[in-house]
């Protein structure tokens, strides 16, 4: 959970960090995995959550089904997902990813339904929006990876569950 506070059935980032006085910039929900920025600086959560500020985020979602070119063109136009209409967004079919860890618990596997790799980038992060976006195509999403927030990105800096480094902030600041 991306929270420090116990949760009664979750681990939570206080599992795994002794760090005081930082807090997570953005979250991610109890069913997603992956890229979690973690700041002591309140004006750089903010450049990092804040929606007015759009930077990228990247998401890996392995979905079932194959997406078709009509799918994928749907899922990169605005989307009406009925209590809001999504930005424009990057999305692409991908291979499956051979540096990403084993989920735990493993994702159920179905011998007769085809599954396949999405790649999205968006600039927005309402709750569940990518669940939700894949679920609104015919593709539900059956595991959820953020890969990348702004300039930074797992696949630059491989960091599996529960690892953490230091960064520079800067790459990050937006100018005022």
Known sequence: MCQFSPHPSRETLADYLELPNIYPA??????????????????????I?????KQPK????????IPSTATLARLRAPLNLGDFV?????A??????????PRQ???RHRNNKPVSWLSLT???????????MTAAVGLPTLRLIRIAIGPYALATQPLHPGQWCEVSAAMLRAPR
């Open 49 to 53: 959550s804040h929606p007015d500020h």
């Open 86 to 90: 999504t930005r424009p967004c990057d």
């Open 122 to 132: 968006l600039t927005e992060g309402k709750n569940r929006q990518v669940r939700r």
């Open 92 to 101: 692409m079919e991908i291979e499956a990813p051979g540096w990403i860890w």
């Open 105 to 107: 618990p493993p994702i």
């Open 58 to 65: 990247t998401y890996l979602a392995q979905v079932e089904g």
């Open 26 to 47: 953005g979250r991610l929900d109890a069913d997603s995995e992956g890229l979690l920025l973690l700041t002591d600086d309140g004006r750089l959560q903010h450049d």
